[in-house]
């Protein structure tokens, strides 16, 4: 019905000798275009990578924004695939079954992760590092278990990145230590957030936000406000700690609130310093604020485990990167870029 009426008026506008009319109606036609009145916000969840994905985009209309959210998906469930230590068939299952026997050749971009994950475990004097699933798989947050201290002490050795050894060549992986085991959750969700975005850049996609758990980048503001991203209480999930208004920015938490149990007084939770193999305790919850999803993801786990002034000297070396800690004791602290 809104087509036709816009010719009745255009037609009468035709009728007049004001040329003003007649190019304010022509304008009046452009913003409502066919496409511009389907446009529209289209969401999106889906439970991949063991956590909650959503997705926010505007879109010229439906299809292309159902279309859009599907790639997402499709993006989130290829990177699962390829890096779940729980699927079976996946490269980084193989690995964990092979490596240290010999050489195991896998995807270049399973490859290129391992090896910026060791660059921040560099950076980070080991702070950050995928072994530490060498005694992070003797915990079940799900049952209550943990392993003794002679099982941790057994298994402390095998938790070094520098035994993972990088064949850039031949794309090949080895572990040279017999019980090496790795996981990529401190950075593999960080990385299927920035995939995800990259492909909603190639449809055409200006505004979006696309979340995997503790993982959000924002493509873009909300159509001329920005978007409102909350940061919980980690001892509350019905509360906020922090709201910032973002846009065109990626931000990142972690915390001792995402796989956990308590016993006996005490919080056991999966973000495990690599030199005990036990929970990190100085703080509640990181949040890195960035470009980049992937080193967010990272970041954000490297703070948890290094704690507050550790944390911070780091994030205030690195440009683009700003940091938001709550400590045990639920003082916030902000990197130097926020404080000013």
């Not at 690195?318 to 045990?328: G, H, K, R, T």
């Amino acid at each position: 019905m809104v087509v036709p009426l816009l010719y009745a008026i255009f037609f009468r506008a035709m009728r007049t000798d004001s040329m003003k009319k007649w190019l304010a109606l022509l304008a009046f036609w452009g913003v409502c275009s066919p496409n511009t009145l389907l446009a529209d916000w289209f969401w999106g969840n889906a439970s991949i990578m063991g956590t909650n994905i959503e997705v926010q985009v505007w879109a010229d209309n439906k299809a292309h924004g159902d279309a859009a959210i599907e790639t997402v998906f499709t993006q989130m469930e290829a990177v699962n695939q390829l890096m779940s230590p729980y699927i079976e068939t996946s490269q980084l299952a193989m690995l964990n079954r092979e490596a240290a026997l010999h050489p195991v050749k896998v995807d270049t971009a399973l490859f290129e992760l391992i090896e910026k994950a060791n660059t921040f475990s560099a950076m980070s004097h080991g702070a950050f590092d995928i072994t530490f699933a060498s005694v992070g798989f003797m915990y079940d947050y799900r049952n209550h278990a943990k392993p003794d201290q002679d099982r941790i002490d057994k298994q402390l050795n095998a938790v070094n990145y520098r035994h993972i050894a990088l064949n850039n060549e031949e794309n090949t992986v080895f572990f040279n230590h017999p019980d090496v085991k790795v996981d990529l959750g401190g950075i593999g969700k960080g990385y299927a957030v920035d995939k995800s975005i990259e492909a909603l850049i190639a449809m055409g996609i200006e505004h979006a936000l696309v979340t995997a758990g503790g993982d959000t980048r924002l493509l873009g503001d909300r159509r001329g406000r920005p978007w409102v991203v909350g940061i919980r209480d980690p001892r509350n999930e019905d509360k906020q700690a922090v709201r910032l208004p973002l846009e065109s920015i990626a931000i990142s938490t972690s915390g001792d609130y995402e796989r956990y149990f308590e016993e006996d007084g005490n919080r056991y939770h999966h973000i495990l310093s690599p030199k005990t193999g036990k929970s990190a305790y100085e703080v509640q919850s990181v949040s890195i604020i960035g470009p980049s999803s992937t080193i967010n993801d990272a970041l954000s786990t490297t703070v948890f485990v290094l704690g507050v002034v550790d944390g911070i000297n780091l994030i205030n070396t690195l440009p683009d990167y700003e940091a938001i800690i709550l400590d045990n004791e639920r003082k916030l602290h902000y990197s130097a870029g926020l404080t000013q």
